[in-house]
Nanobody
């Protein structure tokens, strides 16, 4: 059974930092491209950052220079370090695993990030 379990969300003041984690089980983690998406109320889900199986990263323009995605294949975990958080970063954040060879794709249950003073 495949599971992606996010953690690390919470309430933080503007300018603060959070580190999200997503622990994967039931998949060969190292061959999956991993991504973080977010969805704010009444908005569409948005791709925030991705990291390929080879370690290449990409980011949506609004988080470039503030967020960093990384992965630890030994621990089957992907991280999202979020710095200089803004109220507009408030959303539910979801972990995604995608195998481009098999087209298998999995989602976590989400973790809430709220940026407010």
């Amino acid at each position: 059974q495949v599971q992606l379990v996010e953690s690390g969300g919470g309430l933080v003041q503007p300018g603060g930092s959070l580190r999200l984690s997503c622990a994967a089980s039931g998949i060969s983690f190292k061959i999956y491209h991993m991504g973080w998406y977010r969805q704010a109320p009444e908005k569409q889900r948005e791709l925030v950052a991705t990291i390929t199986r080879d370690g290449s990263t990409s980011y949506v323009d609004s988080v470039k220079g503030r967020f960093t995605i990384s992965r630890d294949n030994a621990k089957n975990t992907v991280f999202l370090q979020m710095n200089s958080l803004k109220p507009e970063d408030t959303a539910a954040y979801y972990c995604n695993a995608r195998n481009s060879w098999s087209n298998n794709e999995y989602w976590g249950q989400g973790t809430q990030v709220t940026v407010s003073s």
